[in-house]
């Protein structure tokens, strides 16, 4: 399993449910706005998305960031399509805004549980 810094968003608003600054260090190992960090701490989705959609298809951080901007602007099925793309790869630790390491499988696995659930209800 890799190290990879990140600061995947949607790992601390599921996780950690933490706020962060979007003027905070964000994308470490990143070209700045490639994992649409500053957009989505600030409500864009459009743009968010926009930036997310520029960069590494198959990164784990792009997508649980891509997946969290479909959550968010009701797009389940497709932020679930994105999760298990997830747990298809091998998995990464993240460390996020917050300095906080988390495994994108370990993410992945809590966004699925807690989009299933919300489709239940």
Do not use: F
């Not at 706005?33 to 989505?40: D, E, H, K, V």
């Amino acid at each position: 399993m890799k190290l990879m810094l990140a600061a995947a968003t949607a790992a601390a608003a599921l996780l950690a449910g933490c706020a962060t600054s979007p003027t905070q260090q964000a994308e470490i190992g990143y070209a700045r706005g490639s994992l649409g960090y500053a957009a989505m701490t600030k409500g864009d989705w459009q743009k968010a998305e926009s930036q997310l959609m520029r960069t590494n298809q198959d990164d784990p951080a792009r997508l649980l960031n891509l997946a969290q901007v479909y959550r968010v602007t009701e797009r389940d099925l497709a932020a679930r399509d994105l999760y298990a793309k997830v747990l298809e790869e091998d998995d990464m630790q993240l460390v996020l805004s917050d300095g906080s390491v988390v495994s994108a499988h370990t993410v992945a696995k809590s966004a699925l549980q807690t989009t299933a659930t919300a489709a239940r209800n």
